[in-house]
């Protein structure tokens, strides 16, 4: 190849140079999985495991950016708890995007890793890049748990049934119990009681 005409020349005197701008072919594929590992699970089973978990990745990632959007852009009388609440998931569910990724790689696959490509595999809605309101930011974040809770729950299955206790294991003991945890917390702002004045309870009797 032509060298270009700015590049500086190499010096022979210094051979601490780092190599800068280098590329080479992938070392592993997306979608493949080592033939032969120590761990006495078979090469189907942890390539079908690994598909499955790079879906959940992809949406616990994009659940995990959705909590801070949101406790960026959280809006009124609430703002401080929410603010606080929304933080304290997403750290939550960061744990969660590492103890997942980290799955995928120890059964000999390849995680998915940027934005791009967990955008063009999630499952979840993709929201506006401008605010909302709180019921809507709440609604969002309950449907996005909803499609992780509702792949997580036969995956927990299908991984007890090949074998594979480990995976079974952290879907139920992290991801299931984190998400049932988190939507309660959410579920309850979306019940609508009064904040500061009791329903008047004459006017509630006559109604019925
Ligand atoms: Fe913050």
């Given at each position: ?205 006559s109604a019925s």
């Amino acid at each position: 190849m032509a060298k270009k005409p700015n590049e500086p020349k190499p010096n022979p005197r210094v051979s601490a140079q780092p190599r800068l701008h280098q590329r080479a072919r992938e070392i592993q594929s997306y979608r493949t999985v080592n033939y032969a590992l120590a761990l006495d699970l078979e090469e189907p089973v942890r390539l079908q495991m690994t598909n499955q978990l790079n879906q959940l990745l992809a949406d616990t990632m994009t659940l995990r950016d959705l909590y801070k959007k949101c406790h960026w852009q959280v809006a009124g009388p609430t703002f401080y708890q929410l603010h606080l609440l929304f933080d304290k998931h997403y750290d939550e569910q960061n744990e969660l995007v590492d103890s997942i990724a980290e799955r995928i790689q120890l059964l000999g696959g390849v995680s998915l890793a940027m934005a791009a490509d967990v955008a063009e595999t999630t499952q979840i809605e993709r929201p506006p890049r401008g605010r909302e309101e709180v019921p809507v930011q709440l609604s969002r974040l309950v449907d996005a748990h909803q499609i992780i809770i509702q792949q997580s729950r036969p995956l927990a299955g299908l991984a007890a049934e090949l074998g594979d206790d480990g995976t079974n294991d952290l879907v139920v003991s992290e991801v299931i119990r984190t998400n049932e945890f988190q939507i309660w917390f959410l579920s309850e702002h979306l019940v609508d009681v009064p904040l500061v004045k009791a329903t008047d309870r004459a006017a509630a009797v006559s109604a019925s």
